[in-house]
């Protein structure tokens, strides 16, 4: 149910080369905005020699959006981009722009290549597009999307370093799915370096959009005449910002501007209602698949889990982004038919379903990678639809039907801890915040017991386990059977891993598709090359590495210059838990020199090593725990010292003496 709004490199590059001196944003025609002077702009090219880091400069990035009070409007953008590496010749030579014909219209305006002529001016070197090809957009064969897109795909000539491309696109929305909807962002920090920027937003006076700006360090100007109101947005010589490790999205570097129109969740909600409204009828024949369900369940809760393991694996996904489609349901009769439904489809069914069994549940509308502002409303902030069920104590239990691997009572991570919006049948809403699994649900355990022979081979058998958002690929791997030729191709792969030369036996795994099963291996491992002899002693090669490379990134981050963007915790190690652990039973008279122990706790995690020898049994045991939060810039400093403290930790290989 994605609504894509313009092409999202231009999206990035909106704002402009002077200020108002009108009270109407300029209308924009074949031969550009007046107010912009294209000679004015080109002289503002730099020499390449003074930006030896970067690939392209700026000279305007452009955007001038205008809207009515019902939604229909119009966005063109202009850049004017000068090439400074030979890198960036081969981006852009070739252009794709998208748009919707059913809803909307796509103009270039222009498209030209100039290079300077030696005299203090420019020469054109080609003056439109060499190729210019419209097509629908393929769907995509993995996860199947079929929408009613079509991109022009423009080629050109005469792109080389020192040449500037300048070009204009227009696109134009002719009837917008909500009417009165729109949503538009851009970011005024780039990348790269640029000279001018602008944005204008234009709209009716009895229109007041809403606005977020994030982190400008220039005010906006605002002029109401006309019957207009208009915004506008322009900076001069915008610095480009340079990434971080671990960089937090919330952050006082960035300079954006979000807008939208004057809409409301309640209203989106009440609208998709209206969508849905005849959507969750239930026919005889899915009333009848329902009975053979349930047949055999003897709890409510079996119920519930008979109906999801139905829709979320059996109704095979497709995406159905088509005109108004894109937003409201099928109805279960025509997803039974057809086997197959979207987001919104999936959502549906079940929710008719569980409704048709006794089970109220309702349809939730979301971003699958979260909303970007929730105080700015919007259908084009919202792509993706899941299943609250109501609990009978109060509360909800949120189920994602699109996801075939995540057991019921739990969500895929991207969606946890990000804003839902529960829609009722009479068109009441509901904000919520999804929940987030705790940290140790979150986890993964390797178990390595063996025994060592006195010529260095190791046989033993192996254990992992996985939960929650570490569960998936462990599922994915066993999610169909192996024949005889993948099941042995898997166990010796899997071994050969762990000690070169070993062979795999006797692997016990479980149904990747049994949500109810817990997602284990177990393997055996036989005369693997564990250790090697040097003289009287053998090298013992650890199977789960070494800590090194947290002390290289800590040098890494020592060497760059002072810290601007505040560090997100759980960038450094994840909201996750992991156990590797090595249980190891040496020769009668064999003693290893251990490895110190290590334990480095912070904001950013936790990390502990322990190495020991309790008679012939050698034992390693690490563990890790990510954490979240957001901390100033200040303690890069904390962060470097922790990272070298799970750094010490750096033993690859430990020696074993016969005595």
Known sequence: MRRTAAPAALLLSLLAASTLSLAQAPRITPKGDPSVKDDTIYKLAVDPKQYPEDQVYVLLDDGVLRYEADGRGTHTYRTVVQILKEDAVERYNEHRFGWAPGHQKLTVNWMRVLRPDGKGGFEVVSAEPAHVQDSDVPAQMGNPVYSDRKVRRVSLSGVAVGTILDYSVTTEELKPSLPGDWYDSWSVSMGVPARRSRLIVDVPASVTPRIRETNLDFKRQEVVANGRRV?????????????????????????????????????????YAGLAK??????????????ELVAGAKTREDTIRAVHRWVAQDIRYVSLALGIGGYQPRSPAEVLKSGFGDCKDKATIFVAALGDLGITAYPVLLNSTGVDEESLPSIDQLDHAIAAVKLDKGGYLFTDLTSELTPYGSLPYGEQDEFGLVVFPDGRTEQVKLPIDPVGVNAS??????????DGLFDGRIESLARGKEQYSLRDAFSTKFDSTQRANFMRSFAGKIFDGASGDSLVAFDGKDLSAEPKLSLKIKGGRAATSSGGTQILTLPFGSMVGFANLATELESREKRRFPIDAESVLGWETSVSELRLTLPEGWRAQLPKNVTATSPFGSYTSEYAQDGRELRLTRKMTGAKGTLPPEKIGELIAWMKQVGADDAKFIVIEKK
Not at 280 to 285: F, I, L, R
Not at 445 to 454: A, I
């Open 231 to 271: 915004y506008t947005w322009a900076k001069n010589d915008v610095p480009k910002v340079k990434g971080e490790p671990f960089a937090a999205d919330s952050n006082g570097i960035f300079m954006s501007v979000r807008v939208s129109s004057p809409m409301s969740w309640e209203r989106i909600g009440a609208w």
């Open 445 to 454: 355990e390797t178990r390595l017991v063996g025994s060592l022979s006195p």
């Open 278 to 291: 005849d959507r969750y009828a239930v026919t005889p024949e899915v009333h009848a698949k329902l009975r």
